[in-house]
Protein backbone atom coordinates (compact mmCIF):
# COMPACT_ATOMS: atom_id res chain seq x y z
CA UNK A 1 0.00 0.00 0.00
CA UNK A 2 1.28 3.64 -1.16
CA UNK A 3 -0.08 6.80 0.22
CA UNK A 4 1.53 10.03 -1.53
CA UNK A 5 1.06 13.30 0.65
CA UNK A 6 2.15 16.85 0.32
CA UNK A 7 0.39 18.30 -1.89
CA UNK A 8 -1.36 22.18 -2.00
CA UNK A 9 -1.38 25.59 -3.62
CA UNK A 10 1.74 27.65 -3.92
CA UNK A 11 3.07 30.56 -6.21
CA UNK A 12 5.11 29.91 -9.44
CA UNK A 13 8.69 29.60 -8.41
CA UNK A 14 7.97 28.04 -4.91
CA UNK A 15 8.61 24.61 -3.25
CA UNK A 16 6.47 21.53 -2.31
CA UNK A 17 7.57 18.77 -0.72
CA UNK A 18 5.76 15.46 -1.70
CA UNK A 19 6.26 11.94 0.47
CA UNK A 20 5.25 8.47 -0.07
CA UNK A 21 5.12 6.13 2.63
CA UNK A 22 5.69 2.55 2.08
CA UNK A 23 4.41 -0.56 3.58
CA UNK A 24 4.21 -4.26 2.99
CA UNK A 25 6.88 -5.98 2.11
CA UNK A 26 9.86 -3.36 2.17
CA UNK A 27 12.87 -5.40 2.15
CA UNK A 28 14.65 -6.45 -0.71
CA UNK A 29 15.18 -3.91 -3.95
CA UNK A 30 12.32 -2.33 -6.01
CA UNK A 31 11.80 0.52 -7.79
CA UNK A 32 9.12 3.92 -6.37
CA UNK A 33 8.43 6.21 -8.90
CA UNK A 34 6.77 9.19 -9.15
CA UNK A 35 3.86 10.24 -11.86
CA UNK A 36 1.59 12.91 -12.54
CA UNK A 37 -1.89 13.32 -14.24
CA UNK A 38 -2.91 17.20 -15.31
CA UNK A 39 -6.44 17.69 -16.24
CA UNK A 40 -7.63 17.13 -19.04
CA UNK A 41 -4.07 15.30 -20.12
CA UNK A 42 -2.66 11.72 -19.96
CA UNK A 43 -0.43 10.68 -16.88
CA UNK A 44 3.10 10.90 -17.14
CA UNK A 45 6.55 10.15 -15.84
CA UNK A 46 8.00 12.81 -13.47
CA UNK A 47 10.92 10.63 -11.17
CA UNK A 48 12.19 7.33 -10.31
CA UNK A 49 14.28 5.90 -7.55
CA UNK A 50 15.30 2.68 -7.30
CA UNK A 51 15.50 1.75 -3.75
CA UNK A 52 18.73 -0.27 -2.83
CA UNK A 53 21.09 1.04 -5.48
CA UNK A 54 19.99 4.58 -5.51
CA UNK A 55 19.87 5.45 -9.03
CA UNK A 56 17.39 8.04 -10.26
CA UNK A 57 15.73 8.97 -13.13
CA UNK A 58 14.07 12.25 -14.17
CA UNK A 59 11.50 13.35 -16.98
CA UNK A 60 12.65 16.24 -19.16
CA UNK A 61 10.51 18.74 -18.44
CA UNK A 62 11.29 18.46 -14.26
CA UNK A 63 15.17 17.67 -14.61
CA UNK A 64 17.36 20.18 -12.46
CA UNK A 65 14.01 21.19 -10.84
CA UNK A 66 12.36 18.17 -8.99
CA UNK A 67 15.05 15.96 -6.93
CA UNK A 68 13.55 12.42 -5.71
CA UNK A 69 14.97 11.23 -2.83
CA UNK A 70 14.21 8.13 0.41
CA UNK A 71 14.26 7.50 3.80
CA UNK A 72 15.21 4.10 4.03
CA UNK A 73 14.87 3.87 7.53
CA UNK A 74 11.26 5.28 7.70
CA UNK A 75 10.31 3.38 4.49
CA UNK A 76 9.41 6.94 3.13
CA UNK A 77 9.90 8.60 -0.49
CA UNK A 78 10.14 12.00 -1.59
CA UNK A 79 9.92 14.32 -4.15
CA UNK A 80 10.86 17.83 -3.61
CA UNK A 81 9.41 20.21 -5.91
CA UNK A 82 11.26 23.13 -6.80
CA UNK A 83 11.07 26.46 -8.95
CA UNK A 84 7.30 25.25 -9.47
CA UNK A 85 5.60 26.76 -12.79
CA UNK A 86 1.99 27.07 -13.49
CA UNK A 87 2.55 23.69 -16.18
CA UNK A 88 3.06 21.47 -13.31
CA UNK A 89 0.01 21.50 -11.81
CA UNK A 90 -2.02 17.76 -11.50
CA UNK A 91 -2.15 15.33 -9.43
CA UNK A 92 1.05 13.98 -8.47
CA UNK A 93 0.94 9.73 -7.68
CA UNK A 94 3.47 7.83 -6.27
CA UNK A 95 4.02 3.56 -7.43
CA UNK A 96 6.12 1.11 -6.40
CA UNK A 97 7.44 -1.77 -9.11
CA UNK A 98 7.62 -4.91 -7.25
CA UNK A 99 11.91 -5.53 -8.75
CA UNK A 100 14.16 -3.95 -8.80
CA UNK A 101 15.57 -3.99 -12.28
CA UNK A 102 16.24 -0.92 -13.97
CA UNK A 103 16.32 0.71 -17.54
CA UNK A 104 14.33 3.56 -19.51
CA UNK A 105 11.12 1.39 -19.19
CA UNK A 106 11.15 2.80 -15.52
CA UNK A 107 9.29 5.53 -17.49
CA UNK A 108 6.60 3.61 -17.99
CA UNK A 109 3.77 3.63 -15.64
CA UNK A 110 2.80 -0.18 -17.10
CA UNK A 111 5.92 -1.45 -15.53
CA UNK A 112 4.53 -0.25 -11.69
CA UNK A 113 2.49 -2.98 -9.77
CA UNK A 114 0.99 -0.71 -7.34
CA UNK A 115 -0.07 3.10 -7.20
CA UNK A 116 -0.99 5.43 -4.27
CA UNK A 117 -4.16 7.57 -4.35
CA UNK A 118 -2.97 10.79 -5.47
CA UNK A 119 -1.88 14.34 -3.92
CA UNK A 120 -2.66 17.26 -5.92
CA UNK A 121 -0.48 20.39 -6.20
CA UNK A 122 -1.92 23.69 -7.65
CA UNK A 123 0.87 26.00 -9.08
CA UNK A 124 -0.62 29.80 -9.48
CA UNK A 125 0.88 32.32 -12.01
Known amino acids: QLQASGGGWVQAGGSLSLSCAVS????????MGWFRQAPGKEREFVAAINWSGGSTDYADSVRSRFVVSKDAGDYTVYLHLNSLKPEDTAVYFCARKRTGSWGPFVRLGTQYDYWGQGTLVTVSS
Open 24 to 31: GRTSGNYI
